[in-house]
C-alpha cells in the first residue's frame, strides 16, 4: 500500500505537466478544429482547401445553417497572413457583396467567400478562420507560384454604342496610391489595349476626338496576372469629325508643288459642312483645295454626312524665286463645333539641271575627212554639285566617234565644262546629210541633243569634174567652129 501510494503524487504530476504543455505550446493549423462547436450557426464547406498562383483569387462557397433564432449575423475574416500579405477577403451572395447575413431559423443559404491574393506572396499554405456570427470555419489557401517583382498585364476594349471598335483612343492611367506620373496608351486597330503596368490601384481615363470621355476607377493589378478591365463604351458627340493627312511631310523640288492627300471622316452623330484653309502660311504662297474625285474645280468647303469620308488633296504653289528649305503650315478643317488641325511641312529641295550648248547644231564634212566641234555642259541647278558626267556619242554604222575628256568628274551648280567631238564618216560613204545623238548623263540627271552633219564629196573630185566638163564644152565649141566654116 505504501509503494502505490508513493507514486500517486508522481503520476499526478506528469499527467498535469503534460497538460500544461499542450496547452502553452502553439498548435498547427490543421489542429484546430475545422468549424465553430456548439453555436446555433453551422457551416460546411465541400472544397476547404484551394491551391492558386500569387495574385489570383482563390473561390469558396459556405453552406450555412442557422438552428438558432433569426438575427443579423456578421461576416468577417480572421488571418494574420491575410493581414500581412494585404489580402482582400469579399463576401457574397450571388453577384451582390454582403457584409451581413440573417437566415431564418431552420434556414440555409450558401456564402461565396471570394479571397484576392497579393503578387508578392511566398509559396506556402496559408489558413483563414471564416466568422459567421458566433460561428466560424476554417479554408486554406496554397500559393504555388510567386509573382513578386513582376508586372501585371492591363486588358481593355473600347467601342462605340454600336459596338465598333475604336481605334487610336488615348487611355490615361492614374496610379492612385503614389504620386507618380501618369502612363498612357493608345487603343489598337481592333479597339483594345494590353499594356503591362507596376502592380497597384489605377484610375482609367478614356478620351477620343468626336467622342465623350468615359472613367474607370479603382483597376487593381497584380504582378504576373491579367487583369481584364471589360469594355468601355465611348458615345459620339453631335459634331465631330477625324481628319487623317496621309503624308503631312513632303519633299519634293522646286519645280515641283508639293501635294498632300487628306481624308475627312464624319464620325458625329449629324451631318456637317466643312471649310478649308490654312493657318500660319509662309510668305507669298498660294494653297488650293480640290476633291480628289473631281480634280478640275477648287474648293473651300464640303459637305458630308453623318459616316461618310471624303478623300481631298491640298497642292501648295510656292511664289517664283523660293529658295530651297523647310517650310511649315497648317490645315484646319472647321466643322459646326470644332477646328481640327494637322501640321504639314514641305522640303524644297534644289533640282538638277544639266544643260548642253554648242556654237551650232548643223557642220559640214567631206568624205574621209575628219570633223571636230565643242560641246560645253552646263549645271543651271541649284540642287548640288552634277557628278560623274559621261558624255556618250551615237553615229551611223562605219563611223568612227570619239569624246575628249569622255568623263568629267564633277560640275558645281553655275559652272560649267567642256569637251571636244570628233567625228569621221568613212571615205566611200554617200554625200548626204547624217544625224548624230550626244548623250551627256551625270549620276543625278541626263540629257540628249541631236546635231546634223552634212557630208560633202571631196574637193579634188569636184575640181576633176569641172575639168571634165570644160574639157567636153572646149571640144563641143571647137568642132562646132570646125564644122561651121565648111
Same mark, same amino acid.
Given at each position: ?7 500517486? %503524487? ?98 440555409? +443559404? ?13 509559396? &506556402?499554405?496559408? %489558413?483563414?478562420?471564416?466568422?459567421? &456570427? ?30 465598333? #471598335?475604336?481605334? &487610336? ?16 496608351? +493608345? ?34 493589378? =497584380? ?9 468601355? +463604351? ?33 464620325? /458625329? ?5 466643312? =471649310? ?7 510668305? /507669298? ?19 458630308? #454626312? ?7 488633296? +491640298? ?34 529641295? /534644289? ?15 567631206? #568624205? ?53 567631238? =570628233?567625228?569621221?564618216? %568613212? ?19 541626263? #540629257? ?39
Amino acid at each position: 500500500m505504501q509503494s502505490e501510494q508513493g507514486t500517486s %503524487p508522481l503520476l499526478i504530476f506528469v499527467l498535469l505537466a503534460i497538460t500544461l504543455v499542450s496547452v502553452l505550446l502553439p498548435q498547427p493549423a490543421y489542429a484546430e478544429q475545422t468549424f465553430s462547436p456548439d453555436t446555433a450557426i453551422v457551416i460546411s464547406c465541400n472544397t476547404p482547401a484551394q491551391v492558386v498562383e500569387a495574385g489570383e483569387t482563390a473561390s469558396f462557397t459556405l453552406d450555412v445553417t442557422n438552428t438558432g433564432p433569426e438575427i443579423n449575423q456578421k461576416l468577417w475574416a480572421e488571418s494574420f497572413y491575410a493581414e500581412k500579405y494585404q489580402w482582400d477577403v469579399i463576401f457574397r451572395d450571388g453577384d451582390i457583396r454582403i457584409y451581413k447575413v440573417a437566415p431564418g431559423t431552420g434556414e440555409s +443559404m450558401k456564402i461565396n467567400v471570394s479571397i484576392e491574393t497579393d503578387s508578392f506572396t511566398p509559396t &506556402g499554405e496559408y %489558413p483563414i478562420r471564416i466568422h459567421i &456570427g458566433p460561428g466560424y470555419y476554417w479554408v486554406y489557401v496554397t500559393i504555388s507560384k510567386t509573382h513578386a517583382g513582376e508586372k501585371g498585364t492591363l486588358k481593355l476594349n473600347i467601342v462605340d454604342k454600336d459596338g465598333a #471598335k475604336i481605334q &487610336g483612343a488615348e487611355i490615361t492611367l492614374i496610379r492612385t496610391d503614389e504620386s507618380l506620373p501618369p502612363d498612357k496608351v +493608345m487603343s489598337t486597330a481592333d479597339g483594345t489595349i494590353s499594356t503591362e503596368l507596376d502592380q497597384g490601384e489605377y484610375d482609367l481615363s478614356v478620351k477620343k476626338a468626336g467622342y465623350k470621355s468615359a472613367e474607370r476607377r479603382d483597376i487593381r493589378i =497584380r504582378g504576373g496576372i491579367t487583369t481584364d478591365a471589360g469594355t468601355v +463604351m465611348l458615345e459620339k458627340d453631335l459634331f465631330a469629325a477625324e481628319l487623317t493627312v496621309k503624308t503631312p511631310s513632303i519633299t519634293t523640288t522646286i519645280s515641283t508643288n508639293p501635294k498632300y492627300s487628306f481624308v475627312i471622316r464624319n464620325i /458625329g452623330r449629324n451631318d456637317d459642312t466643312y =471649310r478649308l484653309g490654312i493657318e500660319t502660311p509662309p510668305a /507669298g504662297w498660294y494653297f488650293r483645295f480640290r476633291d480628289s474625285a473631281n480634280t478640275g474645280t477648287d474648293i473651300s468647303e464640303i459637305f458630308i #454626312k453623318d459616316g461618310e469620308e471624303k478623300e481631298l488633296t +491640298m497642292e501648295a504653289i510656292p511664289p517664283y524665286g523660293t529658295r530651297a528649305g523647310e517650310y511649315s503650315f497648317t490645315l484646319s478643317v472647321d466643322s459646326s463645333q470644332a477646328v481640327y488641325r494637322e501640321n504639314l511641312t514641305a522640303a524644297i529641295k /534644289g533640282d538638277y539641271d544639266l544643260r548642253v550648248y554648242a556654237g551650232q547644231y548643223q557642220y559640214d564634212v567631206n #568624205k574621209g575627212g575628219t570633223l571636230d566641234f565643242p560641246l560645253t555642259i552646263s549645271n543651271a541647278g541649284t540642287a548640288g554639285a552634277l557628278t560623274n558626267v559621261r558624255v556618250t556619242v551615237s553615229a551611223p554604222d562605219g563611223w568612227n566617234a570619239d569624246v575628249d575628256p569622255e568623263t568629267v568628274a564633277g560640275i558645281e551648280p553655275g559652272q560649267s565644262a567642256k569637251v571636244t567631238i =570628233r567625228i569621221v564618216p %568613212p571615205s566611200d560613204i554617200v554625200a548626204s546629210d547624217y544625224k548624230v545623238r550626244v548623250k551627256v548623263a551625270s549620276d543625278q540627271t541626263e #540629257k540628249s541633243d541631236d546635231f546634223r552633219i552634212v557630208v560633202h564629196e571631196q574637193s579634188f573630185i569636184a575640181i576633176l569634174g569641172i575639168g571634165i566638163i570644160v574639157l567636153i564644152g572646149g571640144g563641143v565649141y571647137l568642132a562646132f567652129r570646125k564644122y561651121n566654116r565648111r
